[in-house]
């Protein structure tokens, strides 16, 4: 029996990149293996999950973790498919659990509803993995100030990413350094130039300060110098008091 950690199961509203506003499931898995400084999500197994009895209800059934993967799939049937644009396999790092969806994903394309991928693009052998059922890839470049030197294992899963539908989104915070952007670029650049690309501010959190609006029209600028499709898009979910 294939077993998989989950954090929460929810219907919600996109509230980042291009596809801001259409109604998703919401499948965050834990784990990642990454540490960004501004990251605002709940990385770590816990012993229960939540997962939404109604969608978009805010009421919460608990469950044990880890769950099999027939009993979640049971699960997901609850929601209704046909109102949802796609379900958003997001984390942590979903890629972690690569095994595990390659039982997962099949079932779900099976009842006709697409695949999202949200992902921060290191992790490319497992993302061949799973390949053959995602349909949209949601990919993070993050920047070195944010971590470690990602820029090679970037390249590779961007480059294995255009097998799909597939945009980048890059953080950026009141003080990213223009040198990084500059990599960013052009790495994608490198890739494909159309590749659409989100820079989004971060949501002030732990004293890391949302960009002042000229650096994000001079940062567009930069960007649309070698790239065709470039957006600047905040988290709007904030705003809206989704989850
Ligand atoms: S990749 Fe995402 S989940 Fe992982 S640490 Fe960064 S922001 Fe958090």
Request: with cysteine; glycine share 4%.
């Amino acid at each position: 029996m294939i077993m998989l950690p989950v954090t929460e199961v929810f219907s919600s509203i996109q509230g980042e990149g291009p596809y801001v506003g259409v109604r998703q499931i919401f499948l965050r898995l834990p784990g990642c293996n990454l540490r960004c400084p501004y990251c605002d999500t709940v990385t770590q197994t816990l012993q229960e999950f939540r997962l939404e009895r109604d969608p978009g209800s805010g009421k919460f059934s608990v469950f044990k973790n880890p769950i099999s993967v027939n009993t979640l799939s049971q699960l997901l049937q609850n929601y209704n498919f046909s109102l949802h644009h796609s379900i958003s396999v997001t984390g942590g790092e979903p890629l972690l659990w690569a095994s595990e969806l390659r039982e997962l994903l099949p079932f779900l394309k099976e009842k006709g509803i697409k695949i999202y991928l949200e992902t921060n693009g290191t992790l490319p052998e497992q993302l061949l993995q799973v390949m053959p059922w995602v349909d949209i890839i949601s990919m993070d470049i993050k920047l070195p100030s944010n971590d470690d030197n990602l820029w090679d294992i970037h390249k590779s899963f961007l480059r294995l990413s255009l097998q799909k539908e597939v945009f980048v989104k890059i953080v950026v915070q009141e003080d990213t350094k223009l040198v990084d952007l500059e990599y960013a670029r052009d790495l994608i650049a490198e890739v494909d130039p159309l590749i659409q690309t989100i820079l989004q501010p971060v949501t002030a959190t732990r004293g890391i300060v949302t960009p002042k609006p000229y650096q994000l029209l001079s940062w567009q600028s930069f960007f649309l110098q070698k790239l065709r499709n470039v957006r600047v898009i905040p988290q709007t979910h904030v705003f809206m008091g989704q989850l």
